[in-house]
């Protein structure tokens, strides 16, 4: 999807993203609040005595988020937005529908409420963002800082004792703070795409020369591989320590991107892919927990009372939904553990089938072909591996774990951005589109003046 905005002048350039972007925000509306109520009529005749508010509510944050992109970030791109609100209304509607199944099945949970509270919370950070960040570029000045802030931060949890550094599903990942828990590494990323951004937009030169060559390939100064290597360290530590075999292929993975994009050499991507393929396989031969979740994901139903039962209730599911699934609200999302974080897609599979889950699909990569876009506009280095390094690590976090739920790859501890339940998801997904869109905005305005100079 593109919005032509050729012939038009700067300004009425501008207003027509800002109305596409708002009547786009309607459209996300309008299907989120069909989706509740059908939810809420596969529960009782009437219609749900909360739609009103909720709906309301829906619509105001809307379009505060609207306005506030509209008077700080002019022309940036008009559909970030709306997907990432369509995709959240979305999973507050499944949440609420857990809550319905679990309190069928006399264990209730209350996980909506505190899901739109923090909804509330993220679409405040997106304002704040954009307020407080006028110019994305002043954070290459302090990439040292961010870099060496987000490696503290990644490890409070492996560091700090119990019961504040906190051990889940068999994963260390996450922090608790008084009736809190934050997940310190969905913040971790974003500083790590900065510090990656703005040290290959430094070095990218020295990194492209080759000065030596070994066998077929020719590489760059022995020096230049620092970075390969401390990305290297960084992803296995994860692995090892975090026990988190996703968590370890996103930062390797959107480092890898970045050094490709900054280079043109697939010399560090196959160099890389090597040294991620030995350290993986020497921590699968020594630590017991690797192996174990390798083990279920190669035959679940070998081990289908303990490890395997998570994926294959989630693949029981997915069957079950078929081509068009059995109905909101007719579903059995519960029997799956911990659906409302990692296997909502599983939920969505069953009671949307193949033709729902197809649509998020489509809606997460035009949601990634707008990041690449905004990257590719862009008039600087740091500005364009920055937008692509957050665009990577988004598309590489809803790659793997939908392909874990799926078992076409490992499963991974990781959450469906804007859709799994969880507010440090949330809340780090909700910047991470504000930085996305101030960098648009920017790209925006310097081509206009460009055009206005020429």
Known sequence: MSVDTRGATPDAAIRRRANTELGLLVLAFLII???YVLLGLSQSPALP??????????????????LVRRRLAPGADPLLLPLAFLLNGLGLVMVRRIDFASAT?????????????????AVGAFCATLFLLRDHRV?????????????????????LPEPIGRTINGATLWLNIGPLNIQPAEFTKLGLVVFFASYLADNRQVMSVATSRVGPLRLPP????????????????????????????????????????????VAYVAIAGALFAGGAGIAFTLFSHVQRRIGAWLDPWAVYEAEGFQIAQSLFALGTGGITGVGLGQGHPTFIPFVQTD???????????????????????????????????????????LAAGFTGIFALQTFVIIGGVTRLIPLSGLTLP?????????????????LLLRASSTAALEQSRAEAAA
């Open 33 to 35: 609040m069909l989706a």
């Open 49 to 66: 005595p909360d739609a009103l508010p909720y709906g309301g509510a829906l619509m105001a944050l809307g379009a505060a988020a609207h």
């Open 105 to 121: 099945g006399g264990n209730p949970t209350n996980l909506a409420p505190a899901q739109t509270a923090w909804t509330v919370v």
């Open 139 to 159: 954070l290459d000045r302090y990439r040292y800082l961010i870099g060496a802030g987000s490696l503290v931060l990644l490890a409070l949890p492996t560091l």
């Open 222 to 265: 022995a020096r230049a591989f620092g970075p390969v290597l401390v990305a290297w360290a960084l992803s296995l530590g994860v692995l090892v320590f975090q026990n988190d075999l996703g968590l370890s292929l996103l930062f390797f993975g959107v480092f890898v991107v970045l050094l490709y994009i900054a280079t043109n050499r």
């Open 343 to 385: 296997f909502i897609f599983s939920a969505f599979g069953e009671e949307l089938g193949l033709l729902g889950t197809t649509g998020l699909l489509l809606c997460y990569l035009v949601f990634v072909g707008r990041g690449f876009t905004i990257a590719l506009r862009s008039r600087d280095d740091f500005s364009t591996l």
């Open 418 to 434: 804007f859709m799994s339940y969880g507010g440090s998801s949330l809340l780090a997904n909700y910047i991470l589109v504000a």
